[in-house]
């Protein structure tokens, strides 16, 4: 095949429903994304469902649920269609069957009647002979007698890619030269012997009919690209595609806790709890682009658009990157603060229904508080699904109202519960409840009166009215909750005995 590079652009992000989504699948889907948006090329959402032991319904739902979450708008694929559909392996197997059938023909593939025993003790003689293990070409050149013989024990062959007994060799857009030398690169199975194509033909095949030209994967894929190369060139011999080989670029490991590669097992890789929790999709998206990429030296906080603007697959860095969750918080605050009051209203919306602080749909009054209480918790959140702790107390019917347990024993002693007394004496009487008369009159009553430290006068009182020691502001909280409710917590502390 000829080089993809001089088409025009066109990549494809081509995960598997298994499990749940994760974030080094994100982290490639961004960078597919980028580039092509970067480029003005074309993004192919494929879906690779061919291992009917692992892929589920449920999976495949919740893949496209993330992705159209996390923003992502694909050019082809699933629900958007294209003129190389269908997009899901699951639905091209007559393909498959069809260019498997091609290479045999062509003498690029053969029926191998090894059996895994048989496979596998001649591996062991290579091991004991310093050989490197792998396939020996038992069935390369088989005669009639032979596959009679095997046909006779009844063996069903699987379809074996008959790889060239020669250096593969390709420049990695990341890493640059890359070579592999031919006893490292057996020849290896396209069709298990149920008929069933294998990952390693179907990827390449798909490549080559959808025209893709750059193949952006994570590193340990790294190890399949040349057997995919050889295949790509045998493709353009039998007439398979466009005959153009994409170029290939291997992205950095995304390194967990103990400097170990990170797994989708792991629980910071779960792209579900980032969503759960109340992450930005353009803030988790701006972290994963830090792993492995920089939009400058002095800069970690931006848009997707500038990232499009400024990516280059040239600016991608082959060493590992480590996961930071805290770093990932941090990113996901500053996306926070940079939302205009407004939208932050309507973001936290769904975790208050969620949590069951706010009708779904909410009502008029309810909509009216959380545009009120957005402001005073626009600088102190780290996610959406910190809003139900910080502002429920707005919501919460005064039977259900309770105290933290912790912050009730730390600041609601018999000190604690004379201030709150002092506190009710003085809003009690106040005829205007506006955040500038509850500020004074407080202030009046425990800082200048009672001499008390700010600390010290307002703690209790925050608690007796949010429920919790941290909380948005204490005089914008109480004008919030309003007067007869503030009245009735406060009383509620100030008459224990």
Known sequence: MTDASASPVRVRFCPSPTGNPHVGLARTALFNWAFARHLGGTFVFRIEDTDTSRDTQESYDTLLDVMRWLGFDWDEGPEVGGPFGPYRQSERYDVYDDVARRLREAGRAYHCYCSQQELEERNEQARAAGRPPGYDGHCRSLNAEQVAGYDAEERKPVVRFRVPDHPIVFDDLVRGPISFQAEHVPDYVLVRANGHPLYTLVNPVDDALMEITHVLRGEDLLSSTPRQLALYDAMGEIGVGSGRTPRFGHLPYV?????????????????????????????????????GWAIAEDRDVFSMGEMVEAFTIERVNPNPARFDLKKCEAINASHLRAL???????????????????????TPEERAVVVSAAPLIHERMTTLGEAPTMIGFLFVPEDDFTIDPDDDAKLLNADGVAVVRAAYDALSGLTSWDTATIEAALRAKLVDELQLKPRQAFGPVRVAITGRRISPPLFESLELLGRERSLLRVRTVADRA
């Not at 797994?263 to 910071?268: G, I, L, M, V």
């Not at 205009?340 to 909410?362: F, I, S």
Request: net charge neutral; glycine share 10%.
């Open 255 to 291: 390194m967990g806790q103990g400097n170990k590669k990170l797994s989708k097992r792991d629980p910071e890789s779960n792209l579900l709890g980032y969503r759960d929790r109340g992450f930005l999709p353009e803030g988790l998206l701006n972290y994963l682009a830090l792993l």
């Open 340 to 362: 205009p009051v407004d939208e932050l209203a309507v973001r936290v919306l769904p975790y208050l229904q969620t949590a069951g602080l706010v009708a779904d749909p909410a």
